[in-house]
């Protein structure tokens, strides 16, 4: 978990962690608030990636799988990110595909409705919740921004394990592992 409001020279700082690419995306968006945001979770992957790799956080060259997940060939390391509001969560495995989701409080879900299949509407639990589920699973697998929701029934996983995310303030958040297993840690990266 990375808290994503953090003062402008720790943003400052951070940005310079990042690629020219990176820094420039975080400049088209929209609102200055998003931008400061966005690079405080893309830093904070940097980082965390190279406490693992060995190397500092400039030296990270990302790539584009297949399906448009991010990677960073010659390691073993698979990861995620996902950022909402003020919190970021990202998920590091050795070997085993990943996908992690969060989202803020109060966020609406009637367009969520439509993707829910019967399972899903019968299992009582929240929409938000079972959002974060499919979306997490469909990070895992790369299915990036051209995903159908509708085609991810988390009543039925194949090939993954799908955990909720025990998270404060009123965030949900869920964890996809490739495998049967999503035994996980979850910490808080300060700054």
């Known amino acids: 978990m990375v808290g994503l409001g953090q003062d402008e020279p ?26 400061a945001r966005w690079t405080v979770s893309r830093a904070a992957l940097r980082i965390l990636l190279c406490a693992r790799l060995g190397c500092t956080p400039e030296e990270i ?36 595909e990943v996908g992690v989701d969060v989202e803020r409080p109060g966020r609406n879900v009637a367009a969520i409705e439509r993707t829910l ?28 921004l051209g995903w159908a929701p509708e085609r991810f029934d988390t009543t039925a996983v194949e090939g993954y394990t799908l955990t909720d995310l025990e998270l404060s303030g009123g965030y949900v958040g869920a964890l996809a592992v490739e495998g049967e297993d999503a035994a996980h840690t979850l910490c808080r990266l300060t700054f």
Not at 10 to 35: F, N, T, Y
Not at 67 to 93: D, Q, Y
Not at 121 to 138: D, F, V
């Open 10 to 35: 720790l943003v400052a700082r951070l940005r310079g962690l990042l690629s020219a690419d990176e820094r420039a995306r975080a400049d088209r968006l929209i609102r200055p608030e998003q931008g």
């Open 61 to 96: 060259h990302f790539h584009t799988a297949e399906h448009g997940k991010p990677c960073v060939p010659g390691t073993p390391l698979r990861f995620n990110l996902s950022h909402s509001g003020e919190l970021a969560l990202i998920a590091l495995s050795e070997d085993l």
């Open 117 to 144: 299949s019967p399972g899903e509407h019968a299992s009582g639990h929240g929409h938000l919740q079972i959002w974060c589920r499919k979306e997490a699973w469909a990070k895992a697998i790369g299915g990036g």
